[in-house]
């Protein structure tokens, strides 16, 4: 009896849905609903708030929720444990992640990944916009900066540092700002959002910024900061070498933020399998090297 539920109820939390936890469960959404229906009954308890349009936790769902995934994530590894012990990391791996991100640092690595275990296929879905992994299927999504809250596990994976630069010529002509408050005085070089992020007396601060370009590459804002168009903020694996051959000049080191987190995050329902287990830490290691 203990047991009759549990799964059902998990099922709706994470997809939201009496519908998508029936058809992930193989069973009928009347079936799915009973069973929740039974077990709010049996604890005494409301766990979910349902509406014609969505389905939420109540405060006490939320904590039986956290016991409930481990409790099942428990027997997922179990079963996983004895069923993939002589087992060979093979199949499908479909992953998403930030463009350039993924394009420099991530898809690399897979190629180098898949050398080592050649019956691993990839499929990568590359964008800046944050992708539902439970709808599209998805193993894995690589994040980077403050995750928001939800249902999903998250491991650390590297760490980046947003550089400010520009380069002599720039210098030479406009000068060099030594506050926050000087970029006004600055043509600067903007992607896609209106302000940078800065570090100021302990605490984190964005700066609103303007000037007379904006690009949504990377590529381009660098190549317009290598022409003394402008001064722009941009993660290190943009700039790093620009930095290191003096083609761009580091400014307003004081203020520079803290290193950003890089993660893998992955649903609960995608439990991790041994492939993917293999692959976050494959990942975990080589992206960690300086």
Same mark, same amino acid.
């Given at each position: 009896?203990?047991?009759?539920? *549990? !799964?059902?109820?998990? +099922?709706?939390?994470?997809?939201?849905?009496?519908?998508?936890?029936?058809?992930?469960?193989?069973?009928?959404?009347?079936?799915?609903?009973?069973?929740? /229906?039974?077990?709010?009954?049996?604890?005494?308890?409301?766990?979910?708030?349902?509406?014609?349009?969505?389905?939420?936790?109540?405060?006490?769902?939320? #904590?039986? +929720?956290?016991?409930?995934?481990?409790?099942?994530? &428990?027997?997922?590894?179990?079963?996983?444990?004895? /069923?993939?012990?002589?087992?060979?990391?093979?199949?499908? *791996?479909?992953? %998403?992640?930030?463009?350039?991100?993924?394009?420099?640092?991530?898809?690399?690595?897979?190629?180098?990944?898949?050398?080592?275990? /050649?019956? *691993?296929?990839?499929?990568?879905?590359?964008?800046?916009?944050?992708?539902?992994?439970?709808?599209?299927?998805?193993?894995?999504?690589?994040?980077?900066?403050?995750?928001?809250? $939800?249902?999903?596990?998250?491991?650390?994976?590297?760490?980046?540092?947003?550089?400010?630069?520009?380069?002599?010529?720039?210098?030479?002509?406009?000068? *060099?700002?030594? $506050?926050?408050?000087?970029?006004?005085? @600055?043509?600067?070089?903007?992607?896609?959002?209106? +302000?940078? @992020?800065?570090?100021?007396?302990?605490?984190?601060?964005?700066?609103?910024?303007?000037?007379? #370009?904006?690009?949504?590459? &990377?590529?381009?804002?660098?190549?317009?900061?290598?022409?003394?168009?402008?001064? #722009?903020?941009?993660?290190?694996?943009?700039?790093? %070498?620009?930095?290191?051959?003096?083609?761009?000049? /580091?400014?307003?080191?004081?203020?520079?933020? @803290?290193?950003?987190?890089?993660?893998?995050?992955?649903?609960?329902?995608?439990?991790? !399998?041994?492939?993917?287990?293999?692959?976050?830490?494959?990942?975990?290691? @080589?992206?960690?090297?300086?």
């Amino acid at each position: 009896m203990k047991w009759d539920g *549990i !799964s059902e109820f998990v +099922y709706v939390t994470e997809y939201e849905s009496f519908t998508q936890a029936a058809k992930k469960l193989s069973i009928s959404t009347a079936q799915v609903s009973r069973q929740v /229906s039974a077990l709010e009954q049996r604890l005494n308890i409301k766990l979910l708030y349902r509406t014609t349009r969505r389905v939420s936790l109540t405060e006490e769902g939320r #904590v039986f +929720y956290q016991h409930c995934r481990g409790v099942l994530d &428990g027997l997922d590894a179990a079963e996983q444990a004895v /069923s993939n012990l002589q087992s060979k990391p093979q199949g499908m *791996i479909k992953l %998403t992640a930030p463009v350039t991100y993924g394009e420099r640092q991530l898809l690399p690595l897979m190629n180098d990944f898949m050398l080592q275990y /050649s019956d *691993i296929e990839v499929t990568a879905f590359l964008s800046n916009q944050k992708i539902d992994l439970i709808e599209g299927g998805y193993d894995l999504a690589i994040r980077i900066g403050k995750l928001r809250d $939800s249902t999903m596990m998250a491991k650390k994976l590297s760490s980046r540092t947003n550089f400010v630069c520009a380069s002599p010529s720039y210098i030479e002509k406009y000068g *060099i700002p030594h $506050s926050l408050t000087e970029l006004v005085q @600055h043509n600067c070089l903007l992607g896609t959002l209106d +302000y940078w @992020h800065f570090k100021e007396a302990g605490k984190e601060r964005n700066v609103r910024v303007t000037g007379t #370009v904006r690009y949504n590459s &990377g590529y381009s804002l660098v190549d317009a900061a290598l022409k003394g168009l402008g001064i #722009v903020q941009l993660p290190d694996y943009y700039v790093q %070498t620009h930095l290191e051959s003096g083609e761009l000049i /580091s400014l307003l080191d004081t203020y520079r933020e @803290h290193r950003e987190e890089i993660w893998a995050v992955y649903p609960h329902n995608r439990h991790l !399998s041994p492939k993917i287990r293999l692959l976050v830490d494959y990942l975990m290691e @080589h992206l960690s090297k300086p």
